[in-house]
Nanobody, 129 residues
Framework: QVQLVESGGGSVQAGGSLRLSCAAS????????MAWFRQVPGEERERVAA????????VYVDSVKGRFTISRDSAKNTMYLQMHSLKPEDAAMYFC??????????????????????WGQGTQVTVSS
């Protein structure tokens, strides 16, 4: 049974930093297409960053480029999202997600939100101004 468990959320002031973790079990996160999403109540879920954990290729939504870094630790079967220079508009519930198959093609690996089969329970990030 695949489980993704997020941790690391919390409350910070604008300009602060947080590191989110996504620990995977029952799933090989070392050769996978995974991503971080976020959602604010009443709005659609947004992909923040995605990673091909096999080769380390990453993509980011424009609003977080230069501030967020997605990464993985093969030994720990864990994915991370390091967030710096947080803004109030970054406040949201953050989810990690994983696709059920690995795709070497970068575009296929990122896919659409509907392509992600496995989801964590979410971790809340609050940013005060």
């Amino acid at each position: 049974q695949v489980q993704l468990v997020e941790s690391g959320g919390g409350s910070v002031q604008a300009g602060g930093s947080l590191r989110l973790s996504c620990a995977a079990s029952g799933y090989n996160a070392n050769r996978a297409c995974m991503a971080w999403f976020r959602q604010v109540p009443g709005e659609e879920r947004e992909r923040v960053a995605a990673i091909d954990t096999n080769v380390g290729k990453t993509v980011y939504v424009d609003s977080v480029k230069g501030r967020f870094t997605i990464s993985r630790d093969s030994a720990k079967n864990t994915m991370y999202l390091q967030m710096h220079s947080l803004k109030p508009e970054d406040a949201a519930m953050y989810f990690c997600a994983a696709r059920d198959f690995y795709y070497r093609d970068a575009a296929r690996c990122v896919g659409a939100i509907s392509d992600y089969r496995y989801w964590g329970q979410g971790t809340q990030v609050t940013v005060s101004s």
